[in-house]
């Protein structure tokens, strides 16, 4: 499996020169565009590394499967549901226009931002601080490592220029698929996005929802079973925005990205995966990240369908 992961890395390096780290949030264009990291473990707790596996980056959409596992958690599904909808978008993760399009206005999914900000307004909590506290607790849990941290900067950056964002939050206030004070709501979301994390804690969070929510080491049920199945369906039908499709043809593992370069990936019954690559194709998603996945898919025979 190391030289599996050793290989993979060395012949698809060559992927980060064709994309482009993220910039739209000033601070990401600090990342190092031929970064490349992987780190693998099994449902038997061996952990399988290469590359840059231990560099840190902010997990940005990564977080949303995530909250959307703690709204579940917090608020009966029904009004979840009421909240954010099932469908893919076929939209860019970014995209404001179906907020105005759709018959209901409600955001598509919770795997796009207009429909994860939507879900971050679920955190409970009797206030914002006792909210983030929660929110980064439940993070700290699902990858066992009490460090994890927000990058300030980065965050600091996001709440500067997050403009678009902004006006999706005052939309869906009109619209009453937020309650309570947009700016707050915004504040967590920009906050989520910032966790600093690195492969292993991808590959530790997929790989509990793999495992249907049970710590494979303590036998702690710490998701239900029913909440990791529905967080793993998003991530196939909408985990890679516009290029969902095209993934689970070509990769068929649920997945999901972020414009920190991160993809985490979840195999059922059999492991979690962590990729790291900051360049970044015209979708957002990791471009030499997607490679791996596609070739491990086919040499580990992991695809799902
Ligand atoms: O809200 C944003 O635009 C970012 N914090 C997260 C977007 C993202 O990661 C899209 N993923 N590929």
Known sequence: M???LKNTISSNKKYTSNGKVASYIPELKKANQDDL?????????NMYCAGDYNKKFTIQSISKPIVLALALMDNEWEYVFSKVGMEPSGDPFNSIMKLETNDTKKPCNPMINAGAIATTALIKGKDLQEKEERMISFFRKLAKNDSLQIN???YKSEKLTGDRNRAMGYLLKNDGFIEGDVEEVLDLYFKQCSIEIDTVDLARIGLLFAN????????ERIISEDISRMVKTFMVTCGMYDASGEFALKVGIPAKSGVGGGIMASVPKRMGIGVFGPALDKKGNSIAGLKILEDLSKKLELNIF
Not at 37 to 45: F, H, L, R, S, V
Request: with cysteine; aromatic share 4%.
């Open 2 to 4: 190391k030289s599996i």
């Open 37 to 45: 990291g992987i780190c693998i473990i099994d449902k038997n707790n």
């Open 152 to 154: 300030e900067d980065v």
């Open 212 to 219: 249907y929510g049970i710590d494979m080491e303590t036998g």
